[in-house]
C-alpha cells in the first residue's frame, strides 16, 4: 500500500494494526509503514514471527478442511483479518460447496477488503464486529440469517484471543462462545505461545502491540489448553500449528515459542 495512498476515512495509518502487521507477515501489500516498521520489531525481538504467521494460516486451511470432511458447512471466522490465499470459504467451499461462511472483523480496512472480495458470492457474510462483544457479534441478523444453530458450526479464533490482555476477560469470551456451540460444532483456536521466552522478551513484545492500541498477552499452555475445556479434543490435540496434522512429516519443538493450536469438538447428546 504505498504511502501516497490516501486511507480510507476512520484509518489512521500512523497508528499500526494488528491485522496489517499480520498482513504484512504473511508477505501481503495491504499495510502502511507504520505496520511494517512495527512488524519489522517483531521480526528483530521473534526471527521467528514471519514462520509461525504462515504457518498459523496453514493450520487454518487444514483445520476447516478437516471440518468440513466431517460435515461441517457452517462456519464463523472472527478476527477474520485481510484476505489472502485459501480463506476459509474457499477451503471450506471447496470440500463442502453448500458452506456458509461468516467473516467479523472491526478493522475498516479489513471490512472494505473484504466486502470487495466477497459481494458476488452469496454464501459469504462479512460484518463488523469486535471479539470483545461476543453476544452482539452472535446477535448480529446477518448472523442469524447465514448460520443456522440448531446445526453444527464452527467458530474459529485464529490468532486472536491473544490480543484480549485480561485473563479472565479472554476465558469469559471463549466460554461464550464455546457455551452457544451445538452437539457437533466446533472450536478452531490458535494462540501465541512463550514457552522458552524470557519476561523481558515478552515485555518488549507487549510494548510494540500496545502502540496497535489492541495490547498483546502470550500465555502459556496450560491456558490455551483451557480454552478448549467440555471439548473433545481432534488428534494431535493442542500443538505447534505447524504439527496439526501437517501435510509433510516435520518435527516442531514442542517446548519453543511459536503459536499452539487445536481442534475441539462439541461432543453428541445422549
Known sequence: M??????????????????????????????????????????????????VARENRAFLGRAVRHLAGLGIDQFIDIGAGLPTRENVHQVALAWAPRSRVVYVDNDPIVLVHARALLADNPQTTVIEGDLRDPKAIMEQPAVRAAIDFDRPFAVILCAIVHFIEDDDEAADIVAHLRGILPPGGALVLSHGFRGRLEDPTIAKAEAIYARTRRGLKIR??????????????????????????????????ESAAGGLGGVGLVPPTG
Open 2 to 51: 504505498s504511502e501516497q495512498e490516501k486511507a480510507p476515512p476512520g484509518i489512521d495509518p500512523t497508528t499500526p494494526s494488528v491485522a496489517r502487521m499480520y498482513d504484512y507477515y504473511l508477505g501481503g501489500k495491504d499495510n502502511f509503514a507504520a505496520d511494517r516498521a512495527a512488524a519489522e520489531q517483531i521480526i528483530e525481538l521473534l526471527p521467528s514471527a514471519r514462520h
Open 220 to 253: 502459556d499452555r496450560e491456558t490455551i489448553q483451557g480454552y478448549f475445556s467440555g471439548l473433545e479434543m481432534v488428534e494431535p490435540g493442542l500443538v505447534h500449528v505447524g504439527s496439526w496434522r501437517p501435510e509433510h512429516a516435520l518435527t516442531e519443538d
